[in-house]
């Protein structure tokens, strides 16, 4: 069974940075892609980043693209997101997911992840 573990969210600043991490365990790492969603109140869940299983190749939502960046140790089974200049509207539970299946491309659908983790709650006041 796999585990993720989210950690890093909190209380900031509007233009401030936060870095979330999530740490997996329970099956090979490297063999899917991760990706990071965010869920706000009163909104679906939405595709923030993906990285593919190498980390050669990641995907961006446009409303954070140029802000956040994902990444992942494989030797240490972690996906990072850094966040910089965080605004109003990324306010949002953050979730980890790791896709169910292999794939070639990296997956904007939250239904192409079968494993999430509890989620860490990022608020971004202005």
């Known amino acids: 069974q796999v585990q993720l573990v989210e950690s890093g969210g909190g209380l900031v600043q509007a233009g401030d940075s936060l870095r979330l991490s999530c740490a997996a365990s329970?099956?090979?790492?490297?063999?899917?892609?991760m990706a990071w969603f965010r869920q706000a109140p009163g909104k679906e869940r939405e595709f923030v980043a993906g990285?593919?299983?190498?980390?050669?190749?990641?995907y961006y939502a446009d409303s954070v693209k140029g802000r956040f960046t994902i990444s992942r140790d494989n030797a240490k089974n972690t996906v990072t997101l850094q966040m910089n200049s965080l605004k109003p509207e990324d306010t949002a539970v953050y979730y980890c997911?790791?896709?169910?299946?292999?794939?070639?491309?990296?997956?904007?659908?939250?239904?192409?992840?079968?494993?999430w983790g509890q989620g860490t709650q990022v608020t971004v006041s202005s």
């Open positions: 997911a790791r896709e169910a299946y292999a794939r070639t491309i990296v997956s904007t659908i939250a239904g192409s992840y079968g494993y």
């Open positions: 329970g099956r090979t790492f490297s063999d899917r892609t």
């Open positions: 990285i593919s299983r190498s980390g050669g190749t990641t």
